[in-house]
């Protein structure tokens, strides 16, 4: 058995982790189907109106309105297909990941499967430079349970799925993604202390074929995360299982490293039957 060991420190301190934001007790429908149409823009790179309805559960008419309201603010407009893409006023560009869609629509079937199995939160995401973005989530059947990351821009070094893509990177782009003066502008320096111990770890990921995430984002959450790689073996995403962290060793122990392993094969079958590569 792999060693792994639920109690490492992560390499800053818990107070400095930023908490996934909860769903508003009282949240306004209108105003959350909009916001997700944004994330969906921005991490897509295009959607069609009937693929923004069946998104989010509403009449076209509805996502009509809704997309009408974002390209009037400069969120989103209509290219010469009639799709809709990101507008000037996004601020962040999309992904730049054509096949993200494709690849979601894969992945959902196989991460119900094994949400099923773990009965635990399954996490679909791909990696944006040193960020990771959650293209889909299938959340677990315990009442204490991991939520929807669906949308949500992460660390790439501090989660198990950014982490487990990270080290399939030559060296020479890992000190320019962390160390470089890009990095330093960006906010996205490790330090020198902690740099050596983090290229270890990602050694030790090579060797495991998984990566951990024991609270390195959120207090009280652990993960494990396995890379997807396309027909080519590039790495194109990475599914992770996150657990309550008191929940994570009895989840472990009970076969989790290869009950994801199987999936991601398995996964990684239609992946190759399909045109699901970066460009």
Not at 126 to 153: A, H, M, P, W, Y
Not at 175 to 184: D, K, T
């Amino acid at each position: 058995m792999q060693n792994i060991n639920p109690g490492q420190a992560s390499r800053k301190p818990a107070q400095n982790r930023k908490p996934v934001q909860k769903r508003p007790t009282y949240s306004i429908d209108a105003v959350d189907n909009a916001l997700q149409l944004l994330q969906l823009l921005r991490d897509g790179g295009a959607l069609r109106l009937k693929d923004a309805a069946a998104e989010l559960a509403v009449a076209p008419s509805t996502a009509h309105r809704l997309l009408a309201m974002l390209v009037y603010r400069g969120f989103a407009v209509q290219d010469e297909n009639r799709r809709y893409v990101p507008g000037p006023a996004m601020g962040v560009g999309p992904a730049g990941l054509s096949w993200t869609r494709l690849l979601r629509n894969l992945a959902q079937p196989h991460m119900e499967l094994l949400s099923s199995r773990l009965d635990e939160t399954v996490n679909l995401m791909v990696r944006v430079g040193t960020k990771v973005r959650f293209l889909s989530t299938v959340e677990g059947g315990n009442v204490l349970r991991i939520g929807d990351r669906q949308g949500t821009v992460m660390p790439a070094d501090k989660t198990s799925g950014g982490k487990v893509m990270l080290a399939e990177l030559d060296p020479a782009m890992i000190e320019q993604l962390f160390r470089s003066q890009n990095a330093e502008i960006g906010g996205d320096t490790i330090p020198e202390a902690e740099y050596q111990a983090f290229l270890r770890e990602l050694d030790s990921i090579r060797a495991n074929g998984f990566a951990a995430n024991f609270e390195g984002t959120e207090e009280g959450v652990s993960a494990l995360g396995m890379a997807l790689h396309n027909r080519h073996g590039q790495v194109v995403g990475a599914l992770s299982v996150a657990t309550p962290a008191t929940r994570f060793r009895k989840v472990f122990d009970a076969g989790l490293v290869a009950a994801l392993r199987e999936t991601c094969r398995q996964l990684e079958i239609d992946i190759a039957a399909n045109p699901a590569d970066p460009e």
